[in-house]
């Protein structure tokens, strides 16, 4: 491809990518020894936001709020930790250990502003990570919930989720 039709801001190989709700922007992850979170436009390939400094190793998902205002990355380290951007600004709000296992995905809910990340064995929520209408925190205080199945339920890998409603997800 031509080189203008390369997106700025990274330096290594693409791990992960979220779609904005605007569907024009989108952010993406990488690999590396300082890995980045990229925010850039569609339309013109342009860098509009460089996240950098918190992950170590690799950004292995990430996701915007439904609000399109934050946006929530899970990192390599060996607690796969979680940070929330205010993409804009670049600003770091809000971290938390994610799981010793691996967290394979993220999802924030359009219906509650739960955050949801599955994984190796994993499925945690944080309800109330964000709700419309009320910006986060910078150090916002987030407490992750291991999920209940049922007893048609069990513990497996989970490789992706999608909500149904406030607090209710299907995995997969």
């Given at each position: 491809p031509e080189s203008d039709d390369i997106a700025e801001g990274h330096s290594d190989d693409i791990l992960c990518m979220s779609r904005h709700p605007d569907k024009r922007t989108f952010a993406t992850g990488e690999i590396g020894k300082t890995p980045k979170v990229v925010v850039w436009d569609s339309d013109n390939m342009k860098a509009l936001a460089v996240m950098q400094g918190f992950h170590k190793r690799a950004v292995l998902a990430c996701c915007f709020s439904p609000c399109g205002e934050y946006i929530a990355s899970v990192g390599a380290d060996n607690e796969h930790s979680v940070a929330?951007?205010?993409?804009?600004?670049?600003?770091?709000?809000?971290?938390?250990?994610?799981?010793r296992e691996k967290i394979l995905d993220i999802n924030w809910s359009p219906f509650d502003g739960t955050l949801l990340t599955t994984g190796v064995k994993h499925v945690k929520f944080v309800v109330g990570a964000w709700t419309n209408g009320k910006k986060i925190e910078k150090g916002t205080r987030m407490r992750p919930k291991k999920a209940v199945f049922g007893s048609k339920g069990k513990w497996q890998n989970f490789y992706s989720a999608a909500f149904v409603g406030a607090g209710v997800a299907v995995v997969g």
């Open positions: 929330v951007y205010e993409w804009r600004t670049e600003t770091l709000l809000a971290t938390y250990k994610g799981d």
